[in-house]
Every structure is written in structure tokens, then in C-alpha cells.
Nanobody, 115 residues
Framework: QVQLVESGGGLVQAGGSLRLSCAASGSIFSIVDMGWYRQAPGAQRELVARIIRSGTTYYADSVKGRFTISRDNAKNTVYLQMNSLKPGDTAVYFC?????????WGKGTLVTVSS
């Protein structure tokens, strides 16, 4: 079993910043990649950013230049620094970890950006 604990969501005004964290614990033998997804009301869950073990990163076009994903392998923690937030970024953000051939999801943290 792998447990994911997310933190850092909240309410922020447009143009502001938030930093999300996701700490993984439990039976982690080899984390392949870690990432953040989001789901807005009435929309499908979408990839925001992911980072693989080598450090290579991938971003959705909508967040490039504004969001930065990073990870601390020693702590099994992934971060998402979100700058220049827009109302369109409002969503529940989910952490996902791929390890040992399995995908694990966090419960989500709500990010609300007011105009």
C-alpha cells in the first residue's frame, strides 16, 4: 500500500501563487514518476505536470511558464509551484504516483482562484 498526503491548496486571488506538496509513504520500492492532475467542475481530469525519476518534466500547454514541478526523491515528495494563477486554474488538484507497476492517487486538494 502507498499513501499520498497532499497539502497546499486554498483560495487565492488571480495573479497569486500557491505551492502544492504531495508526500508518498508506505510500500514504495521504486517510484517511476510523480505528477499532478486537476479536475474542474464538469470537466475531465487532465494532466497538469509530471516529473520522471531522471528529472525530466512535462507540462500542459496551459500552465507552461507559470507552474513548476519538482521532486525530492529522498523524501518521496513532489511539489507544484503555481504562479500567476488564473480563475481557469480553479480545480481539485490530484497527486499521482507510479510505482511498482501501480498508479496511486491522492484524495485531492482544492485550489480556487478568484478574479
Amino acid at each position: 500500500q502507498v499513501q499520498l498526503v497532499e497539502s497546499g491548496g486554498g483560495l487565492v486571488q488571480a495573479g497569486g501563487s500557491l505551492r502544492l506538496s504531495c508526500a508518498a509513504s508506505g510500500s514504495i520500492f521504486s517510484i517511476v514518476d510523480m505528477g499532478w492532475y486537476r479536475q474542474a467542475p464538469g470537466a475531465q481530469r487532465e494532466l497538469v505536470a509530471r516529473i520522471i525519476r531522471s528529472g525530466t518534466t512535462y507540462y500542459a500547454d496551459s500552465v507552461k511558464g507559470r507552474f513548476t514541478i519538482s521532486r525530492d526523491n529522498a523524501k518521496n515528495t513532489v511539489y507544484l509551484q503555481m504562479n500567476s494563477l488564473k480563475p481557469g486554474d480553479t480545480a481539485v488538484y490530484f497527486c499521482k504516483v507510479a510505482a511498482g507497476g501501480m498508479n496511486y492517487w491522492g484524495k485531492g486538494t482544492l485550489v480556487t482562484v478568484s478574479s
